[in-house]
């Protein structure tokens, strides 16, 4: 019976190509000669660095289009309150990995609402889709692309 697996994941090695480079542009750049601003990435995610909030947000920019160029989704991002340390001020991206329980009974409805025949079920952090065509399940992952969900999907693990 045909399935595939919808999952929420980002390539590691890919987010640290992009953050080198972002860091790379941001040594070029003329607006940022002589400021001291960095990226730097963690296990907790991507720390940003400069003094000015506007700074901050040039460099979210630069780094939204590394990751896009890299074909990382931008709302895998999850952005956390911009902090002050002395002169320096800091922010933290956190990285969205996997799919929230929230999330995956939304993408189990919208394929129960969809009136296809085809089957959703929650395995962790994956929803996995089976259905008998392969026609349904590829109508069904057009529906969840086209879906406003708050998570970035990919669609993996496709059988026959």
Do not use: W
Not at 17 to 39: C, I, P, T, W, Y
Not at 52 to 74: H, N, P, T, W, Y
Not at 97 to 124: E, F, H, W, Y
């Amino acid at each position: 019976m045909p399935a595939f697996d919808v999952v929420s994941e980002v390539d590691l090695q890919e987010v640290r190509n992009a953050v080198d480079q972002a860091s790379r542009e941001l040594r070029s750049r003329f607006d940022f000669r002589g400021v001291d601003a960095s990226f730097e990435l963690s296990d907790q995610g991507i720390q940003l660095a400069a003094f000015e909030d506007f700074q901050l947000k040039q460099m979210e920019d630069m780094l939204r289009a590394k990751m896009a160029s890299r074909s990382i989704d931008a709302a895998s991002l999850d952005p956390q309150p911009i902090e002050g340390a002395g002169k320096q001020r800091r922010q933290l991206f956190r990285l969205k990995q996997g799919i929230d329980r929230d999330s995956a009974k939304r993408i189990t409805k919208l394929v129960k609402d969809s009136k296809r025949k085809v089957q959703a079920q929650i395995n962790g952090e994956k929803v996995r889709v089976t259905g008998k065509k392969r026609d349904d399940l590829q109508a069904v992952i057009a529906l969840l692309k086209d879906a406003e969900l708050d998570v970035p999907l990919q669609f993996d693990n496709f059988r026959d």
